[in-house]
T-cell receptor, first 113, second 118 residues
Framework: KAGVTQTPRYLIKTRGQQVTLSCSPI?????VSWYQQTPGQGLQFLFE???????NKGNFPGRFSGRQFSNSRSEMNVSTLELGDSALYLC????????????FGQGTRLTVV | AQKVTQAQTEISVVEKEDVTLDCVYE???????LFWYKQPPSGELVFLIR??????QNEISGRYSWNFQKSTSSFNFTITASQVVDSAVYFC???????????????FGKGTKLTVNP
């Protein structure tokens, strides 16, 4: 059974640009969550999608958005990048939600210069 | 608001030593889940255990054991006879109340970096 796949693994962008990250969950999983990991703030919840609907959202500005497709694949987008957006972005998939076992991908390392 | 505190930022032990990673949580919910995840250098978070708030039984899985004490809001993790492969960052996490069909986010502690030296 394939695990959670995140692409790309590494990304370098310039301030002001926008970026799209992709997450393919484990087959059959309908819930996809996104987390931002930085040395200063640790792991912080961005949002969760379930059956193409955003069910929950963390405390991030509107520059952070996401969506989920009918095949449960998810994308997150960050517009007008800032230096502080440099982080490891992790995607987690689970059958029904975070209270079930969540499987994480290896993440996308975003560097904003 | 939920909060998870992992007071130990870094721990270094010698192989075969036992090591305990501490986790203290805060929540006003009566129903919640607690988790431990391991993050090796490759980056992905590896699920280790989930425990709901009504189950205070300790759990043992091989060299791993968990001690959940509701009275002290703690969910500590012990590795017995540590090995070099146990070197990683370990995260304790808390989810909020269970809502049927709803969505619960995970609140993570800052993590404890464990280094097991040969």
């Amino acid at each position: 059974k394939a695990g959670v796949t995140q692409t790309p693994r590494y990304l370098i962008k310039t301030r002001g640009q926008q970026v799209t990250l992709s997450c393919s969950p484990i087959s059959g999983h309908r819930s996809v969550s996104w987390y931002q990991q930085t040395p200063g703030q640790g792991l912080q919840f961005l949002f969760e999608y379930f059956s193409e609907t955003q069910r929950n959202k963390g405390n991030f500005p509107g520059r952070f958005s996401g969506r989920q497709f009918s095949n449960s694949r998810s994308e997150m987008n960050v517009s007008t990048l800032e230096l502080g957006d440099s982080a490891l972005y992790l995607c987690a998939s689970s059958l029904e939600g975070q209270n079930t076992e969540a499987f994480f991908g290896q993440g996308t390392r975003l560097t904003v210069v | 608001a939920q909060k998870v505190t992992q007071a130990q930022t870094e721990i270094s032990v010698v192989e075969k030593e036992d090591v305990t990673l501490d986790c203290v949580y805060e929540t006003r919910d009566t129903t919640y889940y607690l988790f431990w995840y391991k993050q090796p250098p490759s980056g992905e978070l590896v699920f280790l255990i989930r425990r709901n708030s009504f189950d205070e039984q300790n759990e043992i899985s091989g060299r791993y054991s968990w001690n959940f004490q509701k009275s002290t809001s703690s969910f500590n993790f012990t590795i017995t006879a540590s090995q070099v492969v146990d070197s990683a960052v370990y995260f304790c996490a808390l989810s909020d109340s269970i809502v049927a069909g709803g969505s619960e986010k995970l609140v993570f502690g800052k993590g404890t970096k464990l280094t097991v030296n040969p």
